[in-house]
């Protein structure tokens, strides 16, 4: 089992609409969430981190962590095709760990 | 959020000699920097660890007498691929931790632009 896990998608979501990405750890001892955007050929730029449970809200941006169920999701409202890239779970126990990465990609 | 500069952006070398990348951050403090390596449609592969002052920590499978990492200053690390060969071309990217007397709040990590680097 990986240690942190997506799926790679492409997820392709309308323009307006929500984007939802989820990602599950394995460590229970984790104690920080972080969400990258990394646009292709670029690096990855921080957009949310989490360190209690529940809801944190930035703008467009929801991320929702569950410790229970290791769990930590990204939800971005009014999706635009500029938010097309790849996003990126990390958890940080010990040391950060970075999922594999989602593709979004926002139709017009 | 913080700002961590690196330099070159893009580097094109021969195969056996070295090239050196330098990782800054220029509005905090970074008492530790991380260094990765990322092939293409990859995610990010953490190479090693490097704090201020003392020796970089190395993950497993990656050789430290090849990737030389120096932490001199708390703005400034850096990583020297020496006798590069082509399957050392990928994108290094170095991100940095703010102390407690930096910008961030908690343990968030601040990336680099990255720097591409290809071996002919």
């Known amino acids: 089992q990986k240690e942190v896990e997506q799926n790679s998608g492409p997820l392709s979501v309308p323009e307006g609409a929500i984007a939802s990405l989820n990602c599950t750890y394995s460590d229970r001892g984790s104690q920080s969430f972080f969400w990258y955007r990394q646009y292709s050929g670029k690096s990855p730029e921080l957009i949310m981190f989490i360190y209690s449970n529940g809801d944190k809200e930035d703008g467009r941006f929801t991320a929702q962590l569950n410790k229970a169920s290791q769990y930590v999701s990204l939800l971005i409202r009014d999706s635009q095709p500029s938010d097309s890239a790849t996003y990126l779970c990390?958890?940080?126990?010990?040391?950060?760990?970075f999922g594999q990465g989602t593709e979004l990609s926002v139709k017009p | 959020g913080a700002v961590v500069s690196q330099h070159p952006s893009w580097v094109i070398c021969k195969s056996g000699t070295s090239v050196k990348i330098e990782c800054r951050s220029l509005?905090?403090?970074?008492?530790?920097m991380f260094w990765y390596r990322q092939f293409p449609k990859q995610s990010l592969m953490l190479m090693a660890t490097?704090?201020?002052?003392?020796?970089?920590?190395?993950e497993q499978g990656v050789e430290k007498d090849k990737f030389l990492i120096n932490h001199a200053s708390l703005t400034l690390s850096t990583l020297t691929v020496t006798s590069a060969h082509p399957e050392d071309s990928s994108f290094y990217i170095c991100s940095a931790g703010a102390g407690t007397s930096g910008r961030a709040s908690g343990d968030e990590q601040y990336f680099g632009p990255g720097t591409r680097l290809t071996v002919t």
């Open positions: 490097s704090n201020e002052g003392s020796k970089a920590t190395y």
């Open positions: 990390a958890v940080k126990g010990g040391k950060l760990i």
């Open positions: 509005d905090f403090q970074a008492t530790t």
